[in-house]
């Protein structure tokens, strides 16, 4: 049986083999490094998310996704509980920008990416990856 729940510092190994997994086609996710010491710290901020001991702004809950058979970690995603609070977070929006002068005989429309911080505080799902073994049964 396959169930989510909230990382533990015991899962390290696992995450670090879901991170070498990720970067095993070559790209691999920024928020899932395989860097020991990086995703240490960020299972010991979620222990101390869900413990209530940080400040709203730097809440991040991470889960994994655990095979009860054998223990493995198959999964992981994670929720940031409110972005942009302690350090600036951009996004970006499609808009329109039109060039017009009828003296001119000009009328141009074009669209573009605006940058933005409109979903400051808001919170976002992110870190979601699947070991390729479990990616079968709906397990995603």
């Known amino acids: 049986m396959m169930f989510i729940r909230p990382v533990e510092h015991k899962d390290l190994p696992g995450l670090m083999e879901l991170a070498r997994s990720a970067a095993s086609g070559g790209v691999g996710l920024t928020s899932l490094p395989i860097n020991e010491d990086r995703l240490q710290k960020r299972i010991a901020r979620s222990v101390l ?3 209530g001991e940080l ?3 730097d ?6 996704l655990e095979d009860s058979e054998n223990g493995k970690v198959a999964g992981i995603c994670a929720v940031e509980a409110a972005v942009g609070l302690k350090e600036p977070w951009y996004n970006y929006r499609i808009g329109t920008i039109v060039h017009a002068s009828e003296e ?13 911080n409109d979903h400051t505080g808001y919170s976002e799902l992110c870190t979601l990856y699947l070991h390729p073994d479990y990616r079968v049964k709906r397990n995603g």
Request: hydrophobic share 40%.
């Open 104 to 116: 001119l005989g000009v009328y141009s429309r074009h669209e573009t990416l605006f940058l933005s």
């Open 49 to 51: 998310s869900f413990s």
């Open 55 to 57: 400040d709203r702004a």
């Open 59 to 64: 809440h991040g809950y991470v889960f994994v």
